[in-house]
T-cell receptor
Framework: DQQVKQNSPSLSVQEGRISILNCDYTNSMFDYFLWYKKYPAEGPTFLISISSIKDKNEDGRFTVFLNKSAKHLSLHIVPSQPGDSAVYFCAASAELGGTSYGKLTFGQGTILTVHP | GAVVSQHPSRVICKSGTSVKIECRSLDFQATTMFWYRQFPKQSLMLMATSNEGSKATYEQGVEKDKFLINHASLTLSTLTVTSAHPEDSSFYIC?????????????FGDGTRLSIL
């Protein structure tokens, strides 16, 4: 049972344009959502997060949107840069769930390639 | 801040060997650390939650006698893969939250590539 899904295995974008990465979830107990960037043979690097009381969070070129009714979140990167090329994982946790505190469930990842 | 260091980065050893992986929080104290495993071209799967001073909590399907976790201090958790076999070959990653409380992001080490011959 894949509770967090990233349905696009890959995305290719031109430098300077917007990259939009999507993520869907099924567990209604999830109330904290995160995006990580990962290079091969390295651990994930935290990018941005959002709690369920918000529908948007922005940090520089990165903006995360949360649509709770659709159980959908997206990461927007604008403008995209070649250095953004990596695998992007969305993750979710149920912070108020007691036993699930801090435990992350990851999506499968989306490979982003930004062309110069 | 919130730097997590993992060592070693790569291990190659013979079947039957036990391998210890260390996870350290360098600039903060972590009462809870997490251990994940990633198979090729797959997502990260949570193996266990490491609690300082108490027993680890394992996810369903993870053998606690196979994957021994010790969280002896607020800055160190270790994962020992006992009597490793080729099917244990994988990428193991630890994480910790840099701050106490809910809604804090996990910060990850760089992982350990374990290859069992």
């Amino acid at each position: 049972d894949q509770q967090v899904k990233q349905n696009s295995p890959s995305l290719s974008v031109q430098e300077g344009r917007i990259s939009i990465l999507n993520c869907d979830y099924t567990n209604s107990m999830f109330d904290y959502f995160l995006w990580y960037k990962k290079y091969p043979a390295e651990g994930p690097t935290f990018l941005i997060s959002i709690s369920s009381i918000k529908d948007k969070n922005e940090d520089g070129r990165f903006t995360v949107f949360l649509n709770k009714s659709a159980k959908h979140l997206s990461l927007h990167i604008v403008p995209s840069q070649p250095g953004d090329s990596a695998v992007y994982f969305c993750a979710a946790s149920a912070e108020l769930g007691g036993t699930s505190y801090g435990k992350l469930t990851f999506g499968q990842g989306t490979i982003l390639t930004v062309h110069p | 801040g919130a730097v997590v260091s993992q060592h070693p980065s790569r291990v190659i050893c013979k079947s039957g060997t036990s391998v210890k992986i260390e996870c350290r929080s360098l600039d903060f104290q972590a009462t809870t650390m997490f251990w994940y495993r990633q198979f090729p071209k797959q997502s990260l799967m949570l193996m266990a939650t490491s609690n300082e001073g108490s027993k680890a909590t394992y996810e369903q399907g993870v053998e606690k006698d196979k994957f021994l976790i010790n969280h002896a201090s607020l800055t160190l958790s270790t994962l020992t893969v006992t009597s490793a076999h080729p099917e244990d070959s994988s990428f193991y990653i630890c994480s910790a939250s840099g701050q106490a409380g809910a809604y804090q992001p996990q910060h990850f080490g760089d992982g350990t590539r374990l290859s069992i011959l």
